[in-house]
């Protein structure tokens, strides 16, 4: 968020008074950035209420007069947890300035500053809940002069407050169309309550009562007249309550079927809502690199793995509208599902593990229709499973780590065009040496797998062939091994991280020699904090020849964002998103999103986990979608994959579960 306000009295922030109702601003204090003044100009004697939120912990607020010494403060020794208040102050005519300062976290903060002339006490109605009554309430508690608020598709956050002289606002909209209501209450400093009413003035839906805690209504309604009722419950408090109406098509983002919004250069929105209703049809995966691929592109289509409430989980395509999303097949008949996993795009023929309910889970292939979706190799014969995974296109066949109930787990591969497979025997006999991380990188196919308890779990290197496959041993200890993981191609040489028991958990680059520092060296020691401490770099990505990832160096910032050069052999700090001291953003899913990077991120504010994107800098790296409006919640994206200039994935926006969505530059 760009710092608009002045550190200083002289460079104060202007703010215009608008009589009668309130001027609001957003900003942000920091330990760096610890203090914003703000200047106005009373000119009548009026009376000020004065608020700051904050979306961490309430600012400190104090008002002082023109030589800057103070006039009024609030009663509270301590900010309270969200919400800090000047309520009627009585100011002469003359200029102001208003402190908002620092209180022990980093938080943005949302300014309210109501100015009322002392002649305007009570409204012309002689309402008490009017503009400028002495309740300073803008929401009337009559339905019927409810204040009335547009059926919006962006979220609009409106501020008031409820007590025992105040105990009911109202606030009117009308539907022209069916569409999604989100309502949801938060920064209250004592308990409240909301309700949607219809015309009639029966309860729609009501929120559950979580203390102090946001509390929020999401549903489809028809067309038609409606209220929101905010109540008190036992004591005065003030409150914030956002409110979105999202059409049943989503006019951010053509084609697709549910809600949607922008952020600044992007449009992005639901595709289809596959499980109808608020549950989930796709998997609510735990952030962790070793998430099974989900998505995968083909011939320019999206197939994912989703569940639809009747058949299970089983394999979906997408061309990025609701009509074009559909499931390709039925593989296990009925409900269970057949679970399908590691899609990995071989010469144009999609491949995965499956399980149809008879052979166990084995290998299939599919071409995006019903009928050519096939079991390929039925690996462990019988019902018995061989579970495929980490499968990777390695010179056109498809190499994958398999337990065929022989060999024990070991490297297999299919040759599409003679039909068959063959397997690296690493650990000799039923043992398994547990290959993992199938990673292709220049003209070397590697991974992770264990041969013999004197290694411990090491990198491997393979030409395809028994002979041309051999061991990297990065840790020296005996049986420790270096258990190598995030293995990523950047240019032909390979990135990843692993411990040489030396340094800790660190970056390392292989061009596939077997010689420690000679071709396999360690790239970048970033936790340099103490002896043997770790960065634990992961999510590494190649985005235009730079490498990306996720990792903790050990100070303050926490686990942020990183970049390396291999052409200035050296690593850098991105940014650093969540600024609040030791807890960082925590990145995942990073991706090239055409020149761009693209990952999921929390800055530690209201806004939860969401979509970003970084062109490699502090400044360049911005939100990209705030798809899930409740605070502190976050929709989690995951499984980003492009395809024509089209990020998909799954998040979950609070209203439809975790569903299919899409994003997409709006120029």
Excluded: C
Excluded at 115 to 124: T, V
Excluded at 198 to 205: I, M
Excluded at 639 to 648: A, E, L, P, Q
């Amino acid at each position: 968020m760009v710092d608009n306000a002045g550190n200083t009295l002289r460079n104060a922030q202007d703010l215009d008074l608008d009589y009668g109702g309130f001027t609001r601003n957003f900003d942000r204090v920091t330990q760096r950035d610890s203090v914003d003044f703000y200047r106005i100009k009373v000119k009548p004697r009026s009376a000020l209420t004065i608020s700051v939120t904050g979306l961490r912990r309430a600012p400190n607020l104090r008002l002082l007069d023109a030589d800057g010494d103070l006039f009024a403060k609030p009663q509270f020794s301590s900010p309270p947890v969200n919400t800090n208040t000047l309520q009627r102050i009585s100011v002469p005519k003359g200029t102001y300035f208003i402190k908002v300062a620092y209180s022990g976290k980093n938080t943005q903060y949302r300014l309210n500053v109501g100015a009322f002339k002392r002649k305007d006490r009570r409204s012309p109605r002689n309402d008490p809940d009017g503009p400028g009554g002495p309740n300073n309430d803008l929401a009337p508690y009559r339905p019927q002069n409810g204040r009335p608020i547009p059926a919006s598709v962006q979220p609009i956050t409106y501020s008031d407050f409820a007590g025992p002289s105040d105990r009911v606002d109202f606030y009117q909209f009308q539907l022209q169309e069916r569409r999604y209501i989100q309502a949801i209450l938060f920064d209250l400093n004592n308990r409240a309550n909301i309700a949607l009413l219809d015309k009639n003035l029966n309860v729609v839906a009501a929120a559950r009562d979580r203390g102090n805690d946001p509390r929020e209504i999401n549903l489809r309604v028809n067309k038609g007249q409606y209220y929101l009722r905010v109540t008190y419950a036992d004591k005065q408090t003030r409150y914030s309550m956002t409110v979105s109406a999202t059409p049943r098509k989503n006019p951010y983002f053509p084609g697709g079927g549910g809600g949607g919004g922008s952020q600044e250069e992007f449009l992005f929105g639901q595709i289809r809502d596959i499980f109808p209703g608020s549950a989930s049809s796709i998997g609510d995966f735990i952030p962790d690199s070793a998430r099974p691929e989900t998505f995968t592109e083909v011939n320019g289509t999206l197939f994912f793995v989703a569940d639809n409430g009747t058949f299970g989980s089983e394999l979906w395509r997408s061309d990025g509208t609701e009509q074009g999303t559909q499931q390709v097949r039925d593989i296990y008949v009925g409900r269970d599902g057949s679970n399908p996993s590691d899609l990995v795009n071989v010469d144009g023929v999609l491949y995965f593990a499956a399980d149809d309910g008879i052979f166990g889970r084995e290998l299939w292939r599919s071409d995006g229709t019903e009928a050519g979706t096939e079991l390929v190799l039925d690996l462990n014969v019988g019902s018995d499973s061989s579970n495929p995974a980490d499968l990777v296109n390695f010179g056109g066949q498809v190499y994958f780590a398999a337990d065929d109930g022989i060999f024990g787990r070991e490297v297999h591969s299919y040759d599409p065009v003679a039909n068959r497979s063959t397997v690296l025997d690493i650990k000799p006999g039923p043992n398994s040496s547990d290959p993992t991380e199938l990673t292709v990188s220049g003209q070397n196919l590697f991974f992770a797998a264990q041969n013999l308890n004197v290694f411990g779990r090491e990198l491997w290197v393979s030409d395809g062939t028994s002979l041309g496959t051999k061991i990297i041993n990065i840790n020296r200890s005996p049986k420790q091994g270096s258990n190598p993981s995030d293995l990523v191609d950047l240019n032909g040489t390979l990135y990843f991280a692993a411990d040489d028991g030396i340094v800790g958990r660190e970056l390392w680059e292989s061009d596939g020699s077997t010689t420690i520092d000679d071709g396999t060296q360690l790239a970048a020691n970033i936790n340099v904090t103490s002896n043997r401490a770790s960065s634990n770099p992961s999510w590494l990505a190649n985005v235009g020849g730079t490498l990306y990832f996720a990792a903790d160096d050990g100070t303050v910032v926490g686990r942020e964002l990183y970049r390396y050069s291999p052409t200035d052999n050296d690593f850098s700090l991105v940014a650093d998103i969540n600024t609040t001291p030791n807890e960082g953003s925590d990145p995942t899913d990073l991706l090239d999103f055409d020149g761009t990077l693209i990952f999921a991120a929390n800055d530690g504010t209201v806004v939860g986990r969401e979509v970003y994107v970084s062109d490699g800098t502090s400044r360049t790296t911005r939100l990209a979608a705030d798809i899930n409006n409740t605070p502190n919640e976050g929709s989690d994206p995951s499984n980003f994959t492009v395809i024509n200039g089209i990020v998909y994935f799954a998040a979950d926006d609070g209203i439809s579960g975790r569903e299919l969505w899409g994003l997409a530059r709006s120029a």
